[in-house]
């Protein structure tokens, strides 16, 4: 069986920085990780800045969900 909750990472930021003379454009960043519900299939709002703290968070709820 598929866990409800999974972490997944943080939608990238649009910051595109462009240099003329150099001819290059840096990349979107990501900024964290998120969680994602499968069952609702929607991606929460808290960001996390650590893995970490988002698979402890991710741990929490789906404990709670299974119980």
Known sequence: MRA???VVSALPIKENHYRRAVG???AP???GFDLYDNVA???LT???A???D???ECARRNETACA
């Open 46 to 48: 808290p960001t996390y």
């Open 54 to 56: 988002a698979q402890a």
């Open 24 to 26: 290059f454009c840096t």
């Open 4 to 6: 409800r909750f999974v």
């Open 29 to 31: 960043s990501c900024n």
């Open 41 to 43: 299939k929607l991606r």
């Open 50 to 52: 650590k893995r970490a």
